[in-house]
């Protein structure tokens, strides 16, 4: 059972760009967590995600950021007109349920 | 929503002594709570968890306590290593978001 995907792991991208992270739960589990890394910080929610729904997104900028689950093919997380400030590690966790999480090796965005 | 406090920030210590990391909530409704360790450039591991209906869990080294009535848990490694030197987090989850505290990072000197 491979573990919990992210790809890819480092992704630079220009200001105004748009940023697509992608995360593959492990096999069997249906709940997806997406959490922002900032250096030397904590990991902070964004949003909760179940198989074509979105759960609790409060964690998440109001503008330009949104995340989908479909029902086939990865979670993904879009941020759109990219600025320095988006700059952090993403990482993905997903669960079975109300159990424990496993995290991805998370996406590493550089904005330049 | 959830609220996890966790202290230290940072806790240094002397290889072989013991470590506490110490966490509160604020929603009763939480009842699972588990344990990341993070090193540098890695992604959070799950250590160790515990569940609203036990009051304390072991495994080797390390063991967790939770005192619902207070909302609090611990997470306590005995005899430590420098291998254990990284990042903690807490947390905690009811029925749908796992809220994390903000970090310990601990470092264990030779």
């Known amino acids: 059972n491979a573990g919990v995907m992210q790809n890819p792991r480092h992704l630079v991208r220009r200001r105004g760009q748009e940023a697509r992270l992608r995360c593959s739960p492990m096999k069997g589990h249906s709940h997806v967590y997406w959490y922002r890394q900032l250096p030397e910080e904590g990991l902070k929610f964004m949003v909760y995600l179940q198989k074509e729904n979105i759960i609790d997104e409060s964690g998440m900028p109001k503008e330009r950021f949104s995340a989908e689950f479909p029902k086939e093919g990865p979670s993904i997380l879009r941020i759109q007109q990219v600025v320095r400030g988006d700059s952090a590690a993403y990482f993905c966790a997903s669960s079975p349920g109300r159990a424990e999480a496993f995290f991805g090796q998370g996406t590493r965005l550089t904005v330049v | 929503g959830e609220n996890v406090e966790q202290h230290p920030s940072t806790l240094s210590v002397q290889e072989g002594d013991s470590a506490v990391i110490k966490c509160t909530y604020s929603d009763s409704a939480s009842n699972y709570f588990p344990w990341y360790k993070q090193e540098l450039g890695k992604r959070p591991q799950l250590i160790i968890d515990i569940r609203s209906n036990v009051g304390e869990k072991k495994d080797q080294r390390i063991a967790v306590t939770l005192n619902k009535t207070a909302k609090h848990f611990s997470l306590h490694i005995t005899e430590t290593q420098p291998e254990d030197s990284a990042v903690y987090f807490c947390?905690?989850?009811?029925?749908?978001?796992?809220?994390f505290g903000k970090g310990t990072m601990l470092l264990v000197s030779p």
């Open positions: 947390a905690a989850s009811g029925y749908s978001t796992l809220t």
